[in-house]
């Protein structure tokens, strides 16, 4: 029974992270798209989807919880999988996919909009820089 508990929880972790990462996809996309150049935008959204899956399983899937029903407790007695049990598994599984992922993009998020003002700041910064240089002297007579 503890296998069978096992392997259900890491295909709901997998699958609740899967619909995540694919609802995520398109935004993620496009800030990637604008931080990083074109051909290392499909790169991170690559691993961007893979660390998703990753950190969506292991939230899901608490085998630390799960030892419980194979480890006795201090009278000798295995905890016992009832219904009930199953569905509030199920519910600690789907909950933990989507916090973990919840955190993961959270971060992404906050360090791309980070990166996103620091490229901001030196855009606007750029056409500055241009318009405070000198002209050379053969600028200068061009321009006349």
Do not use: H
Request: glycine content about 6%.
């Amino acid at each position: 029974m503890f296998v069978k508990l096992l392997a259900i929880t890491f295909l709901v972790a997998l699958v609740v992270s899967a619909l995540l990462a694919l609802l995520f996809s398109a935004p993620i996309r496009k800030l990637l798209a604008r931080l990083v150049s074109d051909e290392l935008a499909p790169v991170w959204k690559c691993y961007l989807t893979f660390a998703i899956l990753v950190v969506g399983v292991s939230g899901g899937v608490r085998l630390w919880d799960l030892e419980r029903y194979i480890t006795p407790d201090k009278d000798g007695k295995l905890l016992v999988l009832t219904s009930e049990r199953w569905v509030v598994e199920i519910y600690k599984t789907i909950i933990g996919s989507l916090q973990g992922v919840a955190w993961m993009l959270l971060l992404f998020f906050l360090i791309a909009l980070l990166a996103y003002v620091v490229m901001r700041g030196f855009e606007a910064k750029r056409p500055n820089q241009e318009k405070k240089v000198a002209p050379t002297g053969r600028a200068r007579r061009a321009a006349r």
